[in-house]
């Protein structure tokens, strides 16, 4: 039962963030917003959805550890799986603006989490905080698209809203209807995910942290998971790589912050492992997408089947910490003295190497 919860609350999620994601995007189209707008916002708001309804969720139900584990463990899968999956399928050519601005606000949002999670705790001050710079950053967006828009005037691509469309987007009670039945499928889904969730972890015996910081993150990721793999496919490689950046700075501005204002004055208690190591591993993978990125403005096959390695190493130290393993102590020392010391060798090779112009 549990198994069909949790496999039911995904489908919610994937369905609700769908839902929301179309009727946001369709009624902000008739009410003549740019589709540029629509996609860093509204589209970034909605593939995000899902970790928020789980993390918020997971705050009024008491569950703290998923809260902060499924933000820091779906920004890990972001970066780590659907970057690495994606350019597994096609090399992912990466426009400069996601490198020159959304890549450095993302590491650097990032390193802000972990500093105010230093304390072990995040209140709804820190909460607020969050959530002012989100809308510091949409804002941000918006101007800088309607430049855009100005500097291009009439060429504007109304992506996948065909133009035959038009008369069933200007339904705006049926986009009205999407977005509120969308926000009902996300609420739902997401307690069946935390309440499985729970009992997952109390039956294999490891923390809620553990399960938020793999399966919970990974089943909340599936919108990015869909929307960048399919963008590869197509060769949009901009869509591909920008999901994951803007689905990165989205969980900590928005989930992280929301989580925050939603514990109210108690606050969000940390665990004390989540600043030793995995807050660790959310900053380097954001940190490692640069120097790649900074070459030849692409991530290669090569480059995201290592981003799947580490994401599998990552996974594995959590099992094997977790089960408190006899293999673990020879696993971190080939970790740390060999896998890593390589990748830091291969990194600066890369750096280093000839640069596409």
Same mark, same amino acid.
């Given at each position: 039962?549990?198994?069909?919860?949790?496999?039911?609350?995904?489908?919610?999620?994937?369905?609700?963030?769908?839902?929301?994601?179309?009727?946001?995007?369709?009624? *902000?189209?008739?009410?003549?917003?740019?589709?540029?707008?629509?996609?860093?916002?509204?589209?970034?708001?909605?593939?995000?959805?899902?970790?928020?309804?789980? @993390?918020?969720?997971?705050?009024?139900?008491?569950?703290?550890?998923?809260?902060?584990?499924?933000?820091?463990?779906?920004?890990?899968?972001?970066?780590?799986?659907?970057?690495?999956? @994606?350019?597994?399928?096609?090399?992912?050519?990466?426009?400069?603006?996601?490198?020159?601005?959304?890549?450095?606000?993302?590491?650097?949002?990032?390193?802000? /989490?972990?500093?105010?999670?230093?304390?072990?705790?995040?209140?709804?001050?820190?909460?607020?905080?969050?959530?002012?710079?989100?809308?510091?950053?949409?804002?941000?967006?918006?101007?800088? /698209?309607?430049?855009?828009?100005?500097?291009?005037?009439?060429?504007?691509?109304?992506?996948?809203?065909?133009?035959?469309?038009?008369?069933?987007?200007? /339904?705006?009670?049926?986009?009205?209807?999407?977005?509120?039945?969308?926000?009902?499928?996300?609420?739902?889904?997401?307690?069946?995910?935390?309440?499985?969730?729970?009992?997952?972890?109390?039956?294999?015996? %490891?923390?809620?942290?553990?399960?938020?910081?793999?399966?919970?993150?990974?089943?909340? /990721?599936?919108?990015? %998971?869909?929307?960048?793999?399919?963008?590869? =496919?197509?060769?949009?490689?901009?869509?591909?790589?920008?999901?994951?950046v803007g689905s990165c700075i989205f969980n900590i501005? *928005?989930?992280?912050?929301?989580?925050?204002?939603?514990?109210?004055?108690?606050?969000?208690?940390?665990?004390?492992?989540?600043?030793?190591?995995?807050?660790? %591993?959310?900053?380097?993978?954001?940190?490692?997408?640069?120097?790649?990125?900074?070459?030849?403005?692409?991530?290669?096959?090569?480059?995201?089947?290592?981003?799947?390695?580490?994401?599998?190493?990552?996974?594995?130290?959590?099992? =094997?910490?977790?089960?408190?393993?006899?293999?673990?102590?020879?696993?971190?020392?080939?970790?740390?003295?060999?896998?890593?010391?390589?990748?830091?060798?291969?990194?600066?090779?890369?750096?280093?190497?000839?640069?596409?112009?």
């Amino acid at each position: 039962m549990h198994l069909l919860s949790f496999a039911l609350g995904l489908v919610l999620l994937v369905l609700g963030a769908r839902c929301l994601v179309q009727g946001a995007s369709r009624l *902000a189209f008739a009410v003549g917003v740019s589709p540029l707008v629509i996609g860093l916002t509204v589209v970034a708001f909605g593939t995000s959805a899902p970790e928020m309804a789980v @993390s918020v969720g997971a705050v009024w139900g008491g569950q703290y550890d998923i809260a902060v584990g499924n933000v820091i463990g779906s920004n890990i899968f972001n970066v780590l799986f659907i970057l690495g999956a @994606s350019a597994l399928i096609v090399p992912l050519v990466v426009n400069r603006q996601i490198i020159r601005q959304e890549i450095p606000i993302m590491i650097g949002v990032t390193v802000l /989490s972990l500093v105010l999670l230093r304390d072990l705790s995040i209140n709804m001050v820190e909460g607020g905080i969050l959530f002012l710079l989100l809308i510091v950053y949409t804002v941000f967006l918006i101007a800088q /698209s309607r430049r855009a828009t100005q500097a291009t005037s009439g060429d504007a691509d109304l992506g996948d809203l065909d133009p035959g469309e038009a008369s069933w987007a200007a /339904s705006r009670l049926v986009q009205v209807l999407l977005i509120i039945g969308g926000l009902v499928l996300l609420v739902v889904g997401s307690r069946l995910l935390v309440t499985a969730s729970v009992a997952f972890a109390e039956a294999l015996g %490891v923390s809620d942290l553990v399960v938020a910081l793999t399966i919970v993150a990974a089943g909340t /990721s599936l919108p990015e %998971v869909a929307t960048s793999i399919t963008a590869a =496919l197509k060769g949009e490689r901009d869509i591909a790589v920008g999901n994951v950046v803007g689905s990165c700075i989205f969980n900590i501005l *928005a989930v992280l912050g929301l989580s925050g204002l939603a514990a109210g004055t108690a606050g969000i208690t940390v665990a004390p492992s989540i600043m030793v190591f995995d807050s660790w %591993v959310m900053l380097v993978s954001a940190v490692a997408c640069l120097p790649i990125l900074l070459t030849d403005r692409e991530i290669a096959r090569w480059e995201g089947g290592v981003f799947l390695a580490f994401y599998g190493f990552y996974v594995t130290y959590l099992v =094997l910490s977790a089960e408190s393993h006899d293999a673990l102590a020879n696993y971190t020392f080939a970790m740390v003295y060999f896998v890593i010391p390589l990748t830091l060798v291969t990194a600066l090779a890369i750096y280093l190497r000839p640069r596409r112009p």
